[in-house]
């Protein structure tokens, strides 16, 4: 028991526990395949699967990356989380300048989402069909999509994921929406205006990238409570704890160890089926180029594919804490 992994453990507790994964370094570096495939049992595409990796051009998808990733989870049992259809980040460089009216870009989303989800409808299990739309004070993110079609790109999206991959969990997925703030409000009103009409989804993903500040977890208790009530299921999709470097705690390792733990008790407690980290060692994060003011170490792994505090925190956690009562006691 004490030397079950974190792959063996999180399948006892019926819980989804990935990390977001990388084409090239999953094609050249077999310690990051053996981390992945022992202790994980999910995987999301980091960033094969956004539209700027995938459309080279208006007429051309390049898959190469994105099947790599989605067969790697297919041989090793797992199951594969595909990020993202609609973003207003990592676009094209020809999407802004194409001229196009409003209703052929409709199409090309149309068309886009029907291919790729089309594509994967088998393999991929979980799609985060639409990424970061709503902005800090609660308002509509004003993207190419929203100023095309408002609003109803969101659910036009969902409509279109759905058609073509009916068993797929369907979700939204944002950042800084995890407590009790202004935007998680315009997040739950979102989806709660989807849900009155109908709209196929199924959950709502909480980033919890926790970098310059931490979230409080009593609030995010409260939200993830008043998401499931709408039906919803809540998945934590892009988990990474990072300190500002010139102002970290002494211990900075077990600081964060103790924040992933109190995560992880919060996910047992509250009924979150899915927890992902953003990446699988601290060289594989995106924190160190994104963000050079903190430290540079925010995942379960070091760089020499040790096991960090942070692993060890949660493994000692689930080993301490009954299955019953969590997801796969339920399941028939
Ligand atoms: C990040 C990737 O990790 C980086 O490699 C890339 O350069 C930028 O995007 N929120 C998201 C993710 O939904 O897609 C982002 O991923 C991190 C923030």
Redesign the pocket.
């Given at each position: 028991m004490a030397d079950a992994t974190l792959r063996e453990l999180a399948d006892q507790h019926g819980l989804t526990v990935g990390a977001?994964v990388?084409g090239d370094t999953l094609r050249n570096d077999p310690h990051y395949r053996g981390l992945l495939k022992g202790e994980f049992n999910a995987i999301t595409t980091?960033?094969a699967l956004?539209m700027g990796e995938l459309r080279p051009d208006p007429n051309r998808f390049d898959f190469a990356d994105a099947d790599a990733i989605v067969s790697f989870g297919e041989v090793y049992g797992m199951s594969v989380r595909g990020?993202?259809l609609v973003?207003h980040?990592?676009q094209p460089d020809w999407l802004r300048p194409w001229e196009r009216t409003d209703d052929q870009l409709e199409q090309f989303l149309r068309t886009h989402i029907h291919t790729v989800a089309g594509r994967y409808r088998s393999t991929i299990d979980v799609w985060?069909v639409v990424?970061?739309a709503v902005l800090d004070d609660g308002s509509m993110r004003e993207t190419v999509w929203y100023d095309a079609m408002g609003e109803a790109y969101i659910e036009k999206a969902f409509h279109w994921a759905n058609e073509v991959a009916p068993d797929a969990t369907l979700c939204y997925?944002d950042?800084n929406a995890e407590g009790m703030n202004p935007k998680a409000d315009g997040v739950y009103e979102l989806l709660s205006r989807l849900l009155d009409r109908g709209v196929p989804i199924d959950a709502v993903g909480l980033?919890m990238?926790a970098l310059h500040e931490k979230p409080d977890l009593e609030a995010v208790g409260r939200n993830v409570e008043r998401l499931q009530e709408l039906g919803l299921e809540v998945h934590l999709?892009?988990i990474d704890v990072a300190y500002p470097d010139a102002d970290k705690p002494e211990h900075h390792r077990t600081a964060q160890a103790n924040f992933y733990r109190e995560l992880l008790e919060l996910a047992l407690a509250a009924d979150i089926n899915t927890v992902v980290t953003?990446?699988v060692r601290d060289s594989d994060?995106?924190i160190r180029?994104?963000f050079p003011d903190l430290t540079d170490d925010p995942l379960l792994f070091d760089k020499h594919n040790e096991t960090k505090p942070a692993y060890d925190a949660i493994v000692s956690t689930l080993a301490e804490t009954s299955s019953e009562g969590s997801q796969s006691a339920r399941q028939p």
């Open positions: 977001a990388a980091e960033n956004k990020h993202t973003w980040n990592q985060d990424n970061e997925n950042y980033q990238h999709t892009e953003w990446g994060s995106w180029s994104w």
